[in-house]
């Protein structure tokens, strides 16, 4: 089959998914950096930018095993065949790297990554059509509410399942965090997910977040009336916080112990299996003792 109809059905396809990707025809690609130094270090473990293509290719083997060959996303067959998860805005994207140092080297002898987040500053966005999170949820309102804050965007976030542990995702928060205070962003936004597409089997959940953890109106944004579903599904007497709580994702979780907000209503996707809720974190809305432990300047694990 010609390269040509393949693009062409797989525009089709996100097209029919309701994924309406920015046209990024000719697009600067992220300038890779060789000599990018670590952000952070915790014994064998180190976090840091890619530093040229093939890491970013490294991330989206990652993200593929987490998320497709290990998780509920469904591959397309271009998907398959790269065995990797991709998409246009890597291109943009600055791409968070866990590595372990003390892992079994690759055939070609290259260090394990073990974890990743996709970072997306405001000013790239712009310029290349916006956030991806606007694939879900309506939040150019929110971003010209607070104009002058300079906003970033968190996701694709995940971790190989033997690092899953405290420390890897304490160096993942500290090169977040050294990020956000060398770029000068004020506001963190993205999707998190629930595994699972059913609502009602998440009722608990969500009427937790709806009731407890829904942004205030200065902060507040909403998922596309099109592909809106509701999380106020039980009344707030009704929501056991305890029980809710051990329900909720350990991403999710984090983020509202760090100090975030969640927005109002939630997107089922199908093609990743989840039902995603949009996270809003103000830096100055962050608990100030997380602050005090990595550090107002980044400090406490760096490299």
């Known amino acids: 089959m010609a390269q040509a109809n393949v693009a ?3 525009a089709n396809a996100r097209a029919a998914a309701g994924l309406l990707l920015p046209n990024f025809a000719g697009a600067a690609p992220i300038e890779l950096n060789d000599t990018t130094p670590p952000l952070g270090r915790i014994g064998a473990l180190e ?9 970013i290719k490294r991330a989206q ?13 469904i591959a397309d067959a271009a998907t398959m065949l790269a065995r990797r998860d991709k998409d246009a805005f890597d291109a943009i994207c600055d791409h968070l790297l866990v590595i372990d140092h003390a892992g079994k080297p690759s055939l070609s002898g290259k260090l394990p990554v073990v974890g990743t987040y996709r970072l997306l500053r405001q000013d790239v966005a712009e310029r290349h059509g916006g956030f991806y999170t606007d694939n879900e949820f309506a939040i150019s309102a929110l971003v010209e509410r607070h104009r002058g804050a300079r906003f970033l965007e968190l996701g694709r976030s995940c971790v190989l399942p033997p690092y899953r ?6 160096l993942l928060w500290h090169g977040i965090w050294s990020y956000v205070r060398q770029h ?18 998440l009722a608990l959940p969500l009427s937790f977040l709806h009731h407890h953890a829904r942004a205030p109106e ?3 944004a909403g998922a596309h009336p099109s592909r809106r579903i509701e999380m106020n599904r039980m009344p707030k007497e009704a929501v056991n916080a305890k029980a809710a709580l051990h329900e909720l994702p350990p991403l999710i979780k984090g983020y509202l112990r760090l100090g975030a907000f969640i927005g109002d209503g939630a997107v089922i996707d199908h093609q990743f299996g989840t039902i995603d809720v949009l996270i809003v974190l103000p830096v100055s809305a962050i608990n100030s003792r997380y602050i005090d432990h990595f550090g107002v300047d980044a400090s406490r694990h760096a490299a």
Do not use: H, I
């Not at 083997?61 to 996303?73: I, M, N, S, T």
């Open 47 to 55: 976090v840091r930018l890619a530093r040229r293509k093939g890491e």
């Open 61 to 73: 083997k990652l993200r593929y095993k987490v998320f497709y060959k290990d998780g509920p996303a």
């Open 8 to 10: 062409q059905m797989m």
């Open 165 to 170: 542990n405290k420390r890897t995702v304490e």
């Open 218 to 220: 200065a902060w507040r």
């Open 184 to 201: 000068g962003c004020d506001v963190m936004l993205g999707c998190a997910s629930f595994e699972g597409t059913d609502p009602d089997r």
